[in-house]
């Protein structure tokens, strides 16, 4: 079948450009229930949002339209066997997590990951060893986990089965990602990797390679994130056509039994896309757009990463990121994140000229006067490697109390400090609070970063464990 050809879209288009009557689930009714003002845009957004009505294939068991569509992303991924995601990476990270870690087996895992990996080895109740990624000395930026960091780690833990990896960074960096899996390979471990902003890089021979071509054996991707698909579309990719059979009972768990045609369409369509865009050179745009941007803005404004998809931009003085990020707003300028030193921004895949003029333009202006200093400053490095078993956060079977902030230093967290975005947990229950993290979550706090926490954190307290 052609790369380019759009199954499962087509046959929801086909359908809605019948005038079907619905006499079924969804309750909107193609979009004609409510109406009103907005009937106009319910109507348009709502059109193909369909149940498995004949001839539409079922998400768990798929056989037709959602097969072929699966196929041809796995055609195109060269992988065994791609599925489709309806909730996320978080949704394939919980699967694969599931399918792959067993209680008794300790797992070696990259302490910068998503909190929805620390959400599945919580739930599992596996223990842990997390390994630390290297930072960058210029940036500050994580690089992932360093061949060195991991030859140690499985040295020292022969037993472990299982690698959890994330990459590409959020900030696009990926380190030295294809030497790591290929190391783990080599010694029979499981890799799996968590690769959510990462489903355009097979695009173009320009982007970093993925962890996928790398050789690793289960890789999960927001194409949301990074493709033009709809919010909460993501694939989960095998590398052996068997493990299908391992993780497709762990998505019928964790997905629902409703799963969103309009979602899985937008999945069909974002991997048409994305096999046609390879002829563009996208990879090669965006450097191009880099380097202009670089050589118009102010000196040390643009912080060097791997992925161009990715812009990383230092704030001007006096500003925060996290500051510059509303300035930027004021302009109509909407950047993915911010912390304290940068901005982050998400650039179009295929970046067209005009378009890219106008963006560069924009940004070049945003700049105009400013001025931008390099800072050092302390980042929230974790311990080399801790072995843990991850504590179920919120169902602790020892006393907590709440404690102040500035007298928790060195007692045991009780549950995860997950500043967001990135949603990477910065305190895990169970770890040992140290002066130099909580400095971190001081001054994101006090400069208006968000937590994923209750109101206690904000209000600069803690949940620790009591001291018996
Ligand atoms: C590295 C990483 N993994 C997983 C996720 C979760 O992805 P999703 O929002 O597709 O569920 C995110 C979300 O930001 C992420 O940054």
């Not at 996928?212 to 698909?229: C, F, I, M, N, R």
């Not at 191009?288 to 803005?297: I, V």
Request: hydrophobic share 40%; net charge negative; charged share 25%.
């Amino acid at each position: 079948m052609n790369t380019k050809s759009t199954p499962l879209l087509d046959h929801l288009v086909h359908h809605a450009d019948t005038d079907p009557i619905s006499l079924h689930v969804p309750g909107h009714k193609n979009g004609k229930l409510p109406k009103g003002i907005y009937q106009e845009y319910y109507e348009t957004i709502m059109r193909l949002d369909q149940t498995e009505l004949p001839g539409f294939d079922d998400l768990h068991a798929p056989s037709g339209v959602i097969q072929q569509a699966e196929k041809l992303t796995a055609e195109h991924y060269q992988t065994g066997a791609s599925m489709f995601l309806v909730g996320g990476s978080t949704v394939g990270n919980l699967a694969m997590l599931s399918a792959f870690c067993r209680p008794s087996v300790p797992v070696i895992v990259q302490r910068d990951v998503h909190q929805s990996i620390i959400h599945g080895l919580e739930m599992i109740g596996v223990e842990v060893v997390f390994v630390s990624p290297t930072f960058d000395e210029q940036t500050g930026l994580s690089k992932g986990v360093s061949l060195h960091t991991l030859v140690s780690a499985i040295d020292a833990y022969k037993e472990a089965e299982v690698i959890v990896l994330s990459s590409p960074s959020y900030f696009g960096n990926v380190g030295e990602i294809q030497r790591v899996v290929q190391y783990a390979k080599m010694n029979d471990k499981r890799v799996l990797v968590d690769e959510a902003h990462g489903a355009h890089l097979h695009s173009d021979e320009q982007f970093p390679l993925s962890s996928l071509e790398a050789g690793a054996d289960v890789v999960v991707q927001s194409a949301h994130k990074t493709l033009p698909a709809l919010t909460m579309g993501a694939y989960l990719h095998v590398k052996n056509k068997d493990d299908e059979q391992r993780i497709r009972p762990w998505l019928r768990r964790f997905q629902s039994s409703s799963p969103s045609y309009v979602i899985m369409a937008s999945l069909d369509a974002a991997r048409a896309y994305v096999a046609e865009v390879r002829s563009n050179e996208p990879a090669k745009r965006l450097w191009a757009f880099h380097d202009e941007l670089k050589a118009r803005l102010p000196k040390d404004t643009y912080v060097p990463n791997e992925d161009p998809l990715k812009l990383v931009l230092r704030a001007p003085e006096p500003y925060t990121g996290l500051q510059w990020e509303k300035v930027l707003q004021k302009q109509q300028i909407y950047v993915e994140l911010s912390n304290h030193d940068y901005v982050l921004l998400f650039l179009p895949l295929l970046l067209e000229d005009e378009e890219a003029i106008d963006l560069k333009t924009r940004i070049v202006d945003a700049y105009a006067g400013q001025r931008v200093m390099i800072k050092k400053r302390q980042l929230p490095h974790y311990p080399a490697y801790t072995r843990a078993t991850i504590e179920k956060a919120f169902l602790v079977d020892y006393e907590v109390e709440l404690c102040s902030m500035e007298t928790s230093a060195g007692k045991v967290i009780a549950e995860n400090i997950v500043p967001y975005p990135p949603g990477i947990p910065l305190f895990i229950a169970g770890e040992t609070i140290d002066v130099r993290r909580l400095h971190y979550l001081s001054e994101w706090m006090a400069q208006g970063g968000k937590l994923q926490n209750e109101e206690h954190v904000r209000n600069g307290q803690v949940l620790v464990r009591k001291s018996r």
